[in-house]
Each structure stands twice: as structure tokens, then as C-alpha cells.
T-cell receptor, first 111, second 113 residues
Framework: QKEVEQDPGPLSVPEGAIVSLNCTYS??????FMWYRQYSRKGPELLMYTYSSGNKEDGRFTAQVDKSSKYISLFIRDSQPSDSATYLCAMSGPRDDKIIFGKGTRLHILP | EAQVTQNPRYLITVTGKKLTVTCSQNMNHEYMSWYRQDPGLGLRQIYY???????DKGDVPEGYKVSRKEKRNFPLILESPSPNQTSLYFCASRRSGGEDTQYFGPGTRLTVL
């Protein structure tokens, strides 16, 4: 079993829809959970950073962490064509040094 | 402007010809890292450095070397490149510990013939 599993997509949704992106993981030592967005031909940029379990909201984006199920989610409300990108989940352990990335989900928002 | 720079952005080379990809950050970050990104395999960490003169292997260190002589620079060295090192490479930096943004460079697309 891989440490971090993420459906590669592509995921196509109409503009304005709510998008749900997910990752599962196997290492119970992970404590820091991140979502990155990567546009084509660009480096990843951090969207959300969550420590341990719970929810975090930032504008149209909500990150959820369920450590009991080893499952994290990113919700995008009122999705826009500019949200079309690859979304990578990432996580790290208590020493917060080595970050493990999911393979990324390609998202297309259809106008 | 806070940024991570990489050079070159694109490079085509031949097997066995030593090359260096430079990485520099202007944020006084302790932690720097190199990743490669391949289709279907995602981002994989090659090496990381927690501070000057402190480096450690990531998941895929074979065929690569790094050095951290200054805080701002973290070059990636391929002593004898091979075609399986054809990839998109990213350098990243952040402060050590706690909640903080990891900044990625723009990427270097390397082709080894």
C-alpha cells in the first residue's frame, strides 16, 4: 500500500459546482496536511495547510482532515475556470521535515 | 519579492555529461529540497537540506548529489546523467518547523539523450 493515494482524474465539473478532492494515507504518524495547486508548466503553490484533524476554511476552499479514517479532503465552492489545475495533497510527520506528495488530481472546470 | 529561482529552465544534454542545476532563495529559509516530477509518479523528493552543511537523502537520491555551502543556494548535481533522469525538477524552500509555506521554484525541464 502506497503511503499516499490520490485519484489522478481527470475530474471535469461545470462552473459553479462544488468540487471534492480526496486523499487517503497509511502512515498514522502524519500530522501536517497540505493541498497544493499546480498550473501547467508552473511549480506547485500552497493552498491550504492543516495541523492534525479538523476543518480549515479560506475563501472558497475548505480543507478537512479525518485522522481516524486517514482521509483528507479539499472542497472548492463556486468553482471557476481559473481553478482548472492539478491539485496535490501532501503530508508530513511530527518532525515536519520530509513531505510526501500524492500524485495529483487533474481538475477541469467547464465554463 | 519572495522567490525561489532555478537555472537553467530548460536543458537538453547527453548521457554522461556532468551538469548542475542551480537553486537560490531570497527568504533566508533553513529548509531546502529538490524534487522530480514524472507523469504517473507525481512529485518525489530527491534530497533535502535542513540547514547549511546539513543534507539528507529523500526517496530517489540515486544518481544525484547536492551541496549546501550557503543558506541561500542548494545546487543539484548530476555527475553522469542517464536517460532515466529525464524529468521536470523543482527546488523548494521553507522555514523549518511548524506551519509555513513551502515555496517552489519554476521548474527545470531536463532531457538526457
Amino acid at each position: 500500500q502506497k503511503e499516499v493515494e490520490q485519484d489522478p482524474g481527470p475530474l471535469s465539473v461545470p462552473e459553479g459546482a462544488i468540487v471534492s478532492l480526496n486523499c487517503t494515507y497509511s502512515n498514522s504518524a502524519f500530522q501536517y496536511f497540505m493541498w497544493y495547486r499546480q498550473y501547467s508548466r508552473k511549480g506547485p503553490e500552497l493552498l491550504m495547510y492543516t495541523y492534525s484533524s479538523g476543518n480549515k476554511e479560506d475563501g472558497r476552499f475548505t480543507a478537512q482532515v479525518d485522522k481516524s479514517s486517514k482521509y483528507i479532503s479539499l472542497f472548492i465552492r463556486d468553482s471557476q475556470p481559473s481553478d482548472s489545475a492539478t491539485y496535490l495533497c501532501a503530508m508530513s510527520g511530527p518532525r515536519d521535515d520530509k513531505i510526501i506528495f500524492g500524485k495529483g488530481t487533474r481538475l477541469h472546470i467547464l465554463p | 519579492e519572495a522567490q525561489v529561482t532555478q537555472n537553467p529552465r530548460y536543458l537538453i544534454t547527453v548521457t554522461g555529461k556532468k551538469l548542475t542545476v542551480t537553486c537560490s532563495q531570497n527568504m533566508n529559509h533553513e529548509y531546502m529540497s529538490w524534487y522530480r516530477q514524472d507523469p504517473g509518479l507525481g512529485l518525489r523528493q530527491i534530497y533535502y537540506s535542513m540547514n547549511v552543511e546539513v543534507t539528507d537523502k529523500g526517496d530517489v537520491p540515486e544518481g544525484y548529489k547536492v551541496s549546501r555551502k550557503e543558506k541561500r543556494n542548494f545546487p543539484l548535481i548530476l555527475e553522469s546523467p542517464s536517460p532515466n533522469q529525464t524529468s521536470l525538477y523543482f527546488c523548494a524552500s521553507r522555514r523549518s518547523g511548524g506551519e509555513d509555506t513551502q515555496y517552489f521554484g519554476p521548474g527545470t525541464r531536463l532531457t538526457v539523450l
